[in-house]
């Protein structure tokens, strides 16, 4: 079974940082990529990045330059740091290993 745990959201002012992360464990600690998506207010689920198992990293246009996805396979975990944030950055954050199914995200809330 999948198992991952996403952590690190909060508030922050526009054009800050934060990082968020993502611990995975069973099946997930194996899966070939993992994917951060998020969900703003009254909008669809947003793929932003992925990063496959040996590190190949992939980026939507929105966030492209901006934020940058990483692991460490050794502490099964994945990173997703933000920077340059923006009041439209403002969604819930999920991390999704393939194969797993969603988890419950975690906020972020960028604010002028």
């Known amino acids: 079974q999948a198992q991952f745990v996403e952590s690190g959201g909060g508030s922050v002012q526009a054009g800050g940082t934060l990082g968020l992360s993502c611990v995975v464990s069973?099946?997930?600690?194996?899966?070939?990529?993992i994917n951060w998506y998020r969900q703003a207010p009254g909008k669809q689920r947003e793929w932003i990045a992925q990063?496959?198992?040996?590190?190949?990293?992939r980026y939507a246009d929105s966030v492209k330059g901006r934020f940058a996805i990483s692991r460490d396979n050794a502490k099964n975990t994945v990173y997703l740091q933000m920077s340059s944030l923006t009041p439209e950055d403002t969604a819930v954050y999920y991390c999704?290993?393939?194969?797993?199914?969603w988890g419950r995200g975690t906020q972020v809330t960028v604010s002028m």
């Open positions: 990063i496959a198992k040996l590190g190949e990293a």
């Open positions: 999704l290993p393939a194969g797993a199914s």
């Open positions: 069973g099946t997930a600690v194996s899966a070939p990529w």
